[in-house]
């Protein structure tokens, strides 16, 4: 019996769904799956807990039940999710900054924001815009907050002074 690849047509052994008969040589499905993977992104939010879920669905082209066995999620698939979490946190933070900066309370969110982009640097390079933000906003503290030039050197590899 023939078992014909859904994608380029050519004879297969490799099934890809147990539910129809749906072949795929390796090469053909994993194109398949890149292209048409819906990946989605979730921000979970309480008081005291903020969490990021990923769902993801793969679906056999031809019966369309899923396949989620077959994918593993990579984190360049979730890239846009994990840059809209990290601006999530950072714009959570600024909402309890007051305009005054130079006092304590700022200080504070200032380090909780800082220490949260120390565990997200790799997403804080993929974001120039929030990048250039800190940077600025680290040079302006360096006379009043005495660990901006810690932060900028830990966050971007350079001291303020």
């Known amino acids: 019996?023939?078992?014909?690849?859904?994608?380029?047509l050519e004879?297969?052994?490799?099934?890809?769904?147990?539910?129809?008969?749906?072949?795929?040589?390796?090469r053909c499905f994993n194109k398949y799956l890149n292209k048409n993977t819906k990946i989605i992104g979730n921000i979970y939010h309480t008081i005291n807990y903020i969490d990021l879920e990923i769902e993801s669905e793969f679906i056999c082209p031809i019966c369309k039940l899923s396949l989620n066995e077959?994918?593993?999620?990579?984190?360049?698939?979730t890239?846009?999710?994990r840059k809209d979490f990290v601006i999530y946190i950072i714009n959570y933070y600024l909402s309890?900054?007051?305009d005054d900066i130079d006092n304590e309370k700022n200080y504070k969110y200032f380090s909780i924001i800082c220490n949260f982009l120390l565990k997200h640097k790799v997403i804080l390079n993929k974001i120039p815009l929030l990048k250039n933000m800190i940077q600025e906003n680290l040079y302006e503290l360096k006379d009043i907050w005495n660990l901006s030039?810690?932060?900028?050197?830990?966050?971007?590899?350079?001291?303020l002074y």
């Open 1 to 8: 019996m023939q078992n014909n690849c859904f994608i380029c």
């Open 11 to 26: 004879d297969t052994d490799n099934r890809i769904c147990q539910t129809c008969q749906c072949y795929a040589h390796k």
């Open 70 to 77: 077959h994918k593993k999620i990579t984190r360049n698939d």
């Open 79 to 81: 890239l846009n999710i």
């Open 96 to 98: 309890f900054i007051d």
């Open 149 to 159: 030039n810690f932060y900028s050197l830990q966050l971007f590899g350079e001291q």
